[in-house]
Antibody, heavy 121, light 112 residues
Framework: EVRLLESGGGLVQPGGSLRLSCAASGFTFSNYAMTWVRQAPGRGLEWVSG????????SYSDSVKGRFTVSRDNSKYTLFLQMNSLRADDTAVYYCAKDRGVAATRPGDSWGQGTLVAVSS | KFMLTQPHSVSESPGKTVTISCTRS????????VHWCQQRPGSAPTTVIY?????PSAVPDRFSGSIDRSSNSASLTISGLKTEDEADYYCYSFDSSINGVVFGGGTRLTVL
């Protein structure tokens, strides 16, 4: 059974940093791209970032480009999202999602349960 | 970058059939696969349709997806509605111009 478990969320002040993790199990992690999606309170889903199966190619939404960095450790079956210069509008539940292939173009094969990031002073 | 437009809300009675549309603003709907996910209140999303019309094995066959090239839209149809189908439904698709995913705004389905 595929499992994705996010962690690392919490309360942080504006301008601060957080590192989210997504621990994967139940599939060969290195064979699949991964994606981060977030949902602000009371709002819809928003794509944040994607990374190919081998980590060679990454992509970001304009709202996080230059502040967030996605990475992965295939040996540890873990996906990361380093979030710097956090702003109030980054407040959201962050979900990781498994892709159906290697290229981060078909996310949603499986979803994690999410981790809440709250940016506030 | 294209947009995906969904109705804000739909409602229907138990046992009936409802269709949720997802219209692509520019470029052809068939260019990239359209996927649909369901999000019940307080829960994470789960995929109900992928690659336009494919249904995960755990999803009942009451759920179906299609694309319509003439209206440049995708549709999610749920037949035999149950109260457990009450949820938000999102369509989404890859956009090569941004190398990322575009989500529709979501549709709240009420089964009453």
């Amino acid at each position: 059974e595929v499992r994705l478990l996010e962690s690392g969320g919490g309360l942080v002040q504006p301008g601060g940093s957080l590192r989210l993790s997504c621990a994967a199990s139940g599939f060969t992690f290195s064979n699949y791209a991964m994606t981060w999606v977030r949902q602000a309170p009371g709002r819809g889903l928003e794509w944040v970032s994607g990374i190919t199966n081998n980590g060679d190619t990454t992509s970001y939404s304009d709202s996080v480009k230059g502040r967030f960095t996605v990475s992965r450790d295939n040996s540890k079956y873990t996906l990361f999202l380093q979030m710097n210069s956090l702003r109030a509008d980054d407040t959201a539940v962050y979900y990781c999602a498994k892709d159906r292939g290697v290229a981060a173009t078909r996310p949603g094969d499986s979803w994690g349960q999410g981790t809440l990031v709250a940016v506030s002073s | 970058k294209f947009m995906l437009t969904q109705p804000h809300s739909v409602s229907e009675s138990p046992g009936k059939t409802v269709t949720i549309s997802c219209t692509r603003s520019s470029g052809r709907i068939a260019t990239n696969y359209v996927h649909w996910c369901q999000q019940r209140p307080g829960s994470a999303p789960t995929t109900v349709i992928y690659e336009d019309d494919q249904r995960p094995s755990a999803v009942p066959d009451r759920f179906s997806g299609s694309i319509d090239r003439s209206s440049n839209s995708a549709s999610l149809t749920i037949s035999g509605l149950k109260t457990e189908d009450e949820a938000d439904y999102y369509c989404y698709s890859f956009d090569s111009s941004i190398n990322g995913v575009v989500f529709g705004g979501g549709t709240r389905l009420t089964v009453l």
